[in-house]
């Protein structure tokens, strides 16, 4: 299948140094609203890439749940491929890929793991469904068909009542802390806008730089 006449110009929007906000955070906000008033479907989700300590690079969607200037907060499991690549290497790469927009944000970061409190948190205020999902599923095995699934979620269903599902152990969230934030708005002529927001860790404010296209 020959794609090479798949081609749109981007007009939509512009970026100056000058428009975006000095704090990436509130760029990504402002951005993030407009993602969810443009109705871009599932506008918290986002790819993280991770890499193992060969280097061998593997990527996924996940549901970014909250974020603030410490960071990005998504879930999920700590026995999954993700976790035993974050473990081996902990830098990490988000994309937020708002196309309908002519838009991508990408951020580069640190990750760690959140406390187990926030996990918690976050976890009680999941519907009982979803509770008993992230216990049955061993995120990223083998397994030999569906109705090991179907079978496991009855045990567990009988097991716990709404309200009384424990936190796994093997389950809760990771924040990441990017030391790098590019806002890209795509431009007519391929001229697109590239604004990186840097900081390093003992900096206190954030740099801004255009990239080329
Ligand atoms: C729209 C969408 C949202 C997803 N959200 C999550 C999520 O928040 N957490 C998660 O662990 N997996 C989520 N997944 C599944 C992951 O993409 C992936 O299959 C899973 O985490 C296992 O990845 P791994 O084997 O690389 O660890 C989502 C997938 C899609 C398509």
Redesign the pocket.
């Known amino acids: 299948m020959d794609l090479s006449d798949y081609r749109q110009e981007y007009l939509k929007d512009a970026l100056t140094r000058s428009s975006v906000e000095p704090c990436p955070f509130q760029q990504f906000t402002k951005w993030f609203q407009q993602a969810v008033d443009a109705d871009y479907p ?1 506008p918290n ?1 986002m790819s993280i890439a991770t890499a193992s300590s060969a280097a061998a690079p ?1 990527l ?4 970014l749940k909250y974020f603030d200037t410490q960071g990005f907060v ?4 700590y026995q ?4 035993k690549e974050i473990a081996e290497n902990p830098q990490v790469s988000l994309l937020f890929p708002w196309i309908n927009l002519e838009r991508q944000v990408v951020v580069l970061g640190r990750i760690e793991k959140i406390s187990k409190e926030e996990s918690l948190k976050y976890f009680q205020s999941r519907p009982h469904d979803s509770q008993l999902g992230a216990w049955v599923s061993y ?2 095995s083998v397994i030999p068909d569906r109705e090991w699934l179907a079978t496991k979620l009855d045990e567990l269903n009988k097991q716990y009542a709404p309200g009384e599902v424990p936190l796994p152990e093997f389950w809760g969230g990771y924040r990441v802390i990017p030391h790098h934030i590019e806002f890209w708005q795509g431009g007519p002529a391929r001229l697109h806008d590239r604004i990186l927001y840097s900081k390093s860790d003992d900096a206190s404010e954030w740099s801004l730089d255009r990239l080329s296209p």
Do not use: C, D, G, I
């Not at 998504?74 to 499991?77: G, Q, S, V």
């Not at 999954?80 to 976790?83: E, F, I, M, P, T």
């Open positions: 599932e989700a593997s996924r969607t996940v549901l998504f879930f999920t499991n999954s491929r993700k976790a995120q990223s």
